[in-house]
């Protein structure tokens, strides 16, 4: 049985900075691949990163590119997101998400590419 658990979450002022973290079991993050996405109040789901281990890719969304780095530790079976300059509309729910196949870039960061998702931590930035 696949769980992703988050962890890591927390709230910070305008600038500040966060890592959340993601321990899989029942799942080989190596073979996969696997993603981060993150759902404000009354937003749609949206990826944030992406990461395919295997060939070192990564690929974000635009609202957060050069300020999160996501990034994994194979013998931990852990994916991080180092999230910096936060900014008050990087408040939401942040999850993360594995899939047993490798994607192409252009369905990365979408919710529907992921079979396998974890509870969320909350991540509140105030300005």
């Known amino acids: 049985q696949v769980q992703l658990v988050e962890s890591g979450g927390d709230s910070v002022q305008t600038g500040g900075s966060l890592r959340l973290s993601c321990a899989a079991s029942?799942?080989?993050?190596?073979?996969?691949?696997m993603a981060w996405f993150r759902q404000g109040p009354g937003k749609e789901r949206e990826g944030v990163a992406y990461i395919r281990p295997d060939a070192r890719s990564t690929f974000y969304a635009d609202s957060v590119k050069g300020r999160f780095t996501i990034f994994q530790d194979n013998a931990k079976n852990t994916v991080y997101l180092q999230m910096n300059g936060l900014k008050p509309e990087d408040t939401a729910m942040y999850f993360c998400?594995?899939?047993?196949?490798?994607?192409?870039?252009?369905?990365?960061?979408?919710?529907?590419?992921?079979?396998?998702w974890g509870q969320g931590t909350q991540v509140t930035v105030s300005s």
């Open positions: 998400a594995a899939a047993i196949w490798r994607p192409p870039s252009s369905v990365a960061l979408s919710p529907g590419t992921y079979k396998y």
């Open positions: 029942g799942y080989t993050a190596s073979r996969g691949s």
